[in-house]
């Protein structure tokens, strides 16, 4: 019987998949790095998750029977790809099961962000709520407004379709022309300085690469609107979580809604003091159906490998 490591506990619907295997599974919580590096050892495909660095130290500890990782996400800055190929080890990922789940979750975010549902939450459940008032707790309109994408794939067209429904008009910003959305959506293609300036909503679906980090700093929170809402359920070092802290608390914006952090799960201690950001817990594809599909994919993709057979999602 193969061995194989699932890194933290899965739904069912993925661990059905894989009674063919000798299974060892973590906890629900993410494991340390030594019980993670112990458990790797000898297997022969490793089903995990983003918690999980899989690196060359990771790969030396799990030794050469490795040869398959599957990564429970459809991001995997994750993993080190590099030292994957070098030991001919396949990285599989769960692309497009998890897309309309996330775009739910940036709506709500964006809804939430400009309608100041947290604070409002706050001031109820506090009991500071005294009356209705003309001036309480006031945002600005979302319907009708522009949404700026930054990445127009896969889940940002599916924030565009929701964006569409609220009369929304779509700017975006993408390494390559999208005709499709441009047709779909009426979506204008902009540089990214031009982008931040004329939006009024700012929505990041971008992979986190080398040339991605830090695309939101302290000079493009700048250009953009001081009524601007900006919203991250993609990778939190896209952001200079440091530079949106200072920018939110300056007002050169509105507000934020963040499902991603730098440090997961380290909050910049800016963002926990202010009112203007909603801040959830990376829970964009936590819907019960998307997280089934997700372990469902992870598995099939690690069984197709063991197999012999080509994986149905390789990463690259
Ligand atoms: C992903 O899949 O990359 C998300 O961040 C977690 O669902």
Not at 92 to 99: A, E, F, I, R, S
Not at 293 to 302: I, S, V
């Amino acid at each position: 019987m193969k061995k194989i490591l699932v890194t933290r506990e899965i739904p069912d619907a993925g661990m059905e998949l894989l009674q063919e295997f000798e299974t060892t599974v973590l906890s629900e919580e993410p494991p340390a790095r030594e019980e993670l590096l112990g458990a790797a050892e000898g297997a022969s495909g490793v089903l995990c998750t983003l918690t999980e660095q899989i690196d060359e130290e990771f790969f030396e500890a799990a030794g050469d029977n490795l040869k398959v990782v599957a990564n429970m996400a459809v991001g995997y800055d994750n993993i080190d790809l590099e030292a994957a190929g070098r030991r001919g080890v396949v990285v599989t990922n769960t692309p497009g099961v998890l897309d309309e789940t996330t775009a739910d979750t940036t709506f709500m975010l964006l809804l939430a962000a400009a309608r100041r549902l947290g604070e409002a939450e706050r001031i109820v459940r506090g009991g500071r709520w005294k009356a209705w008032g003309p001036k309480m707790l006031l945002g600005p309109d979302v319907w009708g407004k522009r949404l700026g994408i930054i990445g127009m794939g896969r889940i940002g067209r599916a924030v565009a379709r929701r964006a569409r429904g609220f009369g929304m008009r779509i700017l975006y910003h993408s390494r390559s022309a999208k005709p499709h959305a441009e047709k779909e959506f009426g979506a204008i293609r902009l540089d990214l300085d031009q982008l931040l300036i004329h939006s009024d909503f700012i929505s990041i679906h971008t992979p986190l690469t080398p040339e991605t980090h830090h695309l939101i700093g302290e000079r493009e929170l700048k250009l953009m609107k001081s009524t601007a809402v900006l919203v991250n359920t993609s990778r939190g070092p896209v952001v200079d979580e440091a530079a949106l802290a200072k920018a939110l608390a300056d007002r050169h914006i509105f507000a934020a809604g963040l499902d991603v952090y730098e440090e997961e799960p380290k909050v910049h201690p800016g963002l926990l003091e202010l009112e203007n950001v909603v801040l959830v817990p990376h829970i964009g594809s936590a819907s019960f159906e998307t997280r089934d599909k997700m372990a469902r994919m992870a598995a099939e993709n690690l069984r197709a490998v063991l197999a012999g057979e080509r994986p149905p999602n390789p990463v690259r």
